[in-house]
């Protein structure tokens, strides 16, 4: 099992910046491909943005696409996601996901895709 621990979640603004981030205690780290999800109550968990295992290639939800920006570092074992021009309909849970990736380039937008998720970092928005 990959332990995935988010941060960087906190209170801002509707246009503000803020950068969540994703540690993994895991030594094979640049093997996985990486996710960010996110969850609102009564509300089923929406992709967000996924990054390929090499950092090479990237996927957005139509919701963030223009404004938030997913990378990562294999050497700290981690994965961002950068979140500019901010709204209040991106409050939410934001979760971190992994799966195990064959091949350098492969992303992934479906939920089912992961096998291992952090336990999430609440973003709230205010206008």
């Known amino acids: 099992q990959v332990q995935l621990v988010e941060s960087g979640g906190r209170v801002v603004q509707a246009g503000d910046s803020l950068r969540l981030s994703c540690a993994a205690a895991?030594?094979?780290?640049?093997?996985?491909?990486m996710a960010w999800f996110r969850q609102t109550p009564g509300k089923a968990r929406e992709f967000a943005a996924a990054?390929?295992?090499?950092?090479?290639?990237?996927l957005y939800g139509n919701s963030v696409k223009g404004r938030f920006t997913i990378s990562r570092d294999n050497a700290k074992n981690t994965v961002y996601l950068q979140m500019n021009s901010l709204k209040p309909e991106d409050t939410a849970v934001y979760y971190c996901?992994?799966?195990?990736?064959?091949?350098?380039?492969?992303?992934?937008?479906?939920?089912?895709?992961?096998?291992?998720w952090g336990q999430g970092t609440q973003v709230t928005v205010s206008s």
């Open positions: 996901a992994a799966r195990i990736s064959g091949t350098e380039g492969g992303v992934w937008d479906e939920r089912s895709a992961y096998a291992h």
């Open positions: 895991e030594r094979t780290f640049h093997l996985y491909a």
């Open positions: 990054i390929s295992r090499s950092g090479t290639n990237t």
